[in-house]
């Protein structure tokens, strides 16, 4: 399915926050909100928009792998082939993706057999891949048959993945083993970078990262002090980090102008979703986010959803469009922060129909460590129909089944239809309209 995403320039990188605050639990109900027309403009208020074509498919065994729209020219890695005698063909693949891209330019499709590759570190990195594509012929990398493609590095390495590389796609892999890396206490080893702008990431399943891991999937162009676009859609992180290891974890890191949507992330050690420094004109909508940090402070928080702009590359009037997201189990639910000198349009700023539940705080905004809690007082950002403190009925959440329980869940069929909802779901389900608020449309795949 071909997604058209209009989109701002602007750039963002890694964020870490220190300090501590207090925040009492609110008495908050359902439908809190600002009243505001639902006649939703979502326009982002910054100069400089560009448009991005994203070519997606669908996960689960209900439609055909890969992904529709991805055609090019194949090649081939395997377990069994050799990166001496083969010529990436499909009857003599190549062994290693390293070695592939240095092969293979635009309009590549590079098919990763099904198997498991251990590949060993290089110094910093298991893999580094630098090739671009172009806007009509990008560069895949797909696990030929989803899921089936496990990547594992051991030594385990700085960055387990680093793609470097402009419009590029990495469709369908599983990922773990940057497990326990430790470099005189860095928090910020990385499962899977996108140093590149045009980078789409879909379908992966990254989990058991240890706990001394910083990022499972890190969005940040160009270090995200420069300009970039990216897509990050349909993805399951699991066991990132540990909060109580005084290691921060963080699921997605996005920087630049992305668009998130249909992301389940669950027992991070410090963020779910995190956008800072340059960040500006990101849309996050229909994710969930579960056991997020602690439910009380700690060194690496616990945030579902963090949105804001500050240190070096701060943006000035950034904004930002968060809607239809389940936070459970978090510290805070949603946070917006900016810190000097960056600032953040609260005008242009959108929280709707977000689903926040046993969080210390649900929705607040820090200014230069300053908290507001926005349910209370929404200093000037636009919320509306979001739901707090109601319990959103998982099917299971102790075995990582964040299905909802059917029509008596309070985000079935409650969320907010906008042309960026994706029209279907982490399972491949068609979304109903109104959507339901999550990843999940229904009660079981």
């Known amino acids: 399915m071909e997604v058209t995403i209009a989109v701002i320039a602007i750039t963002a990188i890694r964020h870490r926050y220190h300090g501590t605050v207090n925040l009492s639990n609110e008495n908050e109900r359902k439908g809190n909100s ?5 006649n939703l403009r979502f326009v982002t208020l910054l100069a400089c928009a560009m448009v991005l074509i994203v070519t997606a498919g669908r996960l689960s065994a209900k439609v055909t792998w890969p992904p529709a729209g991805v055609t090019g020219t194949a090649y081939y890695i395997s377990t069994a082939g050799s990166d001496v005698t083969g010529n990436g063909s499909q009857s003599k693949p190549w062994a290693s993706i390293t070695y592939a891209d240095s092969h293979i330019g635009p309009g590549a499709v590079v098919h990763v057999m099904p198997g498991t590759y251990n590949w060993g570190a290089t110094g910093d990195y298991g893999i580094y891949t630098m090739t671009s594509g172009t806007s009509s012929q990008p560069v895949t990398w797909l696990s030929d048959t989803l899921g089936a493609a496990k990547i594992n590095c051991n030594p385990q390495p700085y960055y387990l993945w680093s793609s470097n ?7 369908g892999f599983d990922m773990t083993g940057v497990a326990n890396w430790n470099n005189a206490g860095s928090d910020f080893s990385v499962a899977l970078t996108c140093g590149g702008t ?3 990431v879909g379908w992966m399943t990254i989990h058991d990262l240890g706990t001394a891991v910083g990022v499972a999937i890190d969005m940040c162009p160009g270090g995200g002090y420069t300009d970039g ?11 990132c980090g540990s909060a109580s290891s005084g290691y921060c974890g963080y699921g997605i890191y996005g920087a ?8 389940l992330i669950t027992h991070c050690g410090a963020y779910g979703i995190t956008n800072w420094h340059a960040s500006s004109g990101t849309k996050i909508c229909n994710n969930t986010f579960d056991t997020i940090g602690y439910i009380s402070s700690s060194n690496c928080w616990g945030i579902g959803i963090l949105v804001g702009t500050g240190s070096g590359g701060a943006e000035q009037g950034a904004c930002y469009q968060v809607w ?9 639910g ?10 953040i349009n609260s005008g242009g700023t959108y929280f709707y129909n977000n689903l926040c539940y046993n969080n210390t705080g649900y929705i607040y905004f820090d200014n230069n460590g300053t908290w507001t809690n926005l349910i209370a007082n929404s200093s000037g950002f636009v919320l509306s129909q979001n739901i707090t403190g109601e319990n959103p009925l998982y099917v299971n959440a102790p075995t990582y089944n964040y299905h909802l329980q059917g029509t008596a869940a309070p985000g079935w069929a409650t969320g907010y239809t906008y ?27």
């Open 34 to 38: 600002m009243k505001k027309s639902l």
């Open 165 to 171: 590389g402009n419009y590029v796609n990495i469709y």
């Open 198 to 200: 045009n980078c789409n």
């Open 229 to 239: 676009y990216y897509t990050c859609h349909d993805n399951t992180i699991t066991n």
């Open 256 to 263: 630049g102008c992305g668009y998130i949507y249909n992301n």
């Open 324 to 332: 239809n997201n389940n936070c459970t189990n978090c510290y805070v």
């Open 334 to 343: 949603i946070l917006a922060e900016q810190s000097s000198p960056g600032t």
């Open 419 to 445: 042309s960026y909802t994706p029209t279907w779901d982490l399972d491949g389900d068609a979304v109903r309209t109104p959507p339901a608020i999550g990843c999940y449309e229904n009660t079981a795949p």
